[in-house]
């Protein structure tokens, strides 16, 4: 959202009020850091919390019986992908 005060960031997902670097993930990914000037240490905290519940998530997912279903295909892959991503790092 574009404000009289500049860019705002409103997370409508969890709705919770914190500081911008929590959202800013697929900003970053699409290119737009140079632009942010985000705080990397908080980027790559909320990056490694955003992969350790994922991957707490698909644990418990499949922690329970399964039977190889599309949710369990579509599990399995988000796992995987949380497993092999690089970490988000500050640029050089």
Known sequence: ????AGLRFVDWESFAVAPRERDLG???EAGYADH?????AM???YDLEWRLDEIAQYASWFS???SGSRD???AW???QHELDRPDCHSPP
Do not use: A, F, N, T
């Not at 959202?1 to 009289?4: A, V």
């Not at 942010?36 to 990397?40: A, E, F, K, N, V």
């Open 36 to 40: 942010l000037r985000p705080d990397w």
């Open 77 to 79: 892959d988000g796992l």
């Open 1 to 4: 959202m574009i404000s009289p």
């Open 26 to 28: 697929p900003l970053i």
């Open 64 to 66: 329970h019986p399964h």
């Open 72 to 74: 369990d295909q579509v």
């Open 43 to 45: 980027v790559e905290l």
